[in-house]
């Protein structure tokens, strides 16, 4: 088996037979034991926002990119535009590119828009929050259709979904998760707000 490996603020984690560990000295990751960004040192809470670039207005989601030289970084707008960047920008600079952007400056260079909106574009609050709320049982779903079943870890909110599964089936969840939020967003438009 090849063992996943991918980035967890900005420190890279591998699945091995006893879960995540960071690839560098073995110990578990977990929500328990998430060390700080790999950038700015700063102690980055389990789920929450990246310390650096927290409650950036008109931000629906934000990564810093965590000190990795790629374009890891990006910023997700409230309107469903996505920009994206490198991980080495810093949280200064992106506050200010941010600013910039939402008083009708364009983007600088090294900052480029996708161009594909972000699926809560045209969405209501009411909406984007069912999707939100909903996206677990997507995500249980989809490791149902893998052929496997979600861990109790998971279930209890302990452990990343991808908790026991096999590569196969983590390519599987991957692979369709932009299909299942496309169905959330179906569900939530045919509600009435």
Same mark, same amino acid.
């Given at each position: 088996?090849?063992a996943?490996r991918?980035?967890?603020y900005?420190?890279?984690v ?7 560990v960071y690839?560098?000295d073995?110990s578990?990751?977990s ?39 790629t374009a890891?970084g990006?910023?997700?707008?409230d309107?469903?535009r ?16 941010v600013?910039?952007i939402l008083?009708?400056?364009?983007a600088p ?11 809560w ?10 999707v %939100?709320?909903?996206?677990?049982r997507? /995500? ?6 893998? @052929?496997?079943?979600?861990? =109790?870890?998971? &279930?209890?909110?302990q452990?990343?979904?991808a %908790? ?5 089936? /983590? ?6 998760m @932009?299909?299942?939020l496309? =169905?959330?967003? &179906?569900?939530?438009k045919?509600?009435q707000?």
């Amino acid at each position: 088996m090849n063992a996943k490996r991918f980035p967890v603020y900005g420190h890279f984690v591998v699945e091995t037979t006893k879960g995540l560990v960071y690839e560098d000295d073995g110990s578990i990751c977990s929500k328990d034991s998430v060390r700080p960004c790999k950038l700015c040192k700063a102690k980055v809470e389990s789920g929450g926002h990246d310390p650096c670039i927290a409650n950036l207005p008109g931000v629906t989601y934000a990564c810093c990119g965590h000190g990795l030289d790629t374009a890891s970084g990006y910023v997700a707008f409230d309107d469903g535009r996505c920009m994206r960047f490198s991980g080495l920008t810093g949280g200064t600079k992106i506050r200010e590119v941010v600013d910039d952007i939402l008083n009708g400056k364009d983007a600088p260079n090294g900052f480029v828009f996708d161009d594909d909106t972000m699926w809560w574009a045209g969405l209501s609050d009411f909406q984007r929050d069912y999707v %939100d709320q909903n996206i677990p049982r997507g /995500i249980t779903g989809l490791i149902l259709k893998s @052929g496997a079943k979600p861990s =109790e870890a998971y &279930l209890n909110d302990q452990a990343f979904w991808a %908790d026991g599964l096999s590569d196969e089936q /983590i390519d599987f969840v991957w692979n369709n998760m @932009g299909n299942m939020l496309d =169905e959330l967003v &179906l569900e939530a438009k045919q509600l009435q707000v």
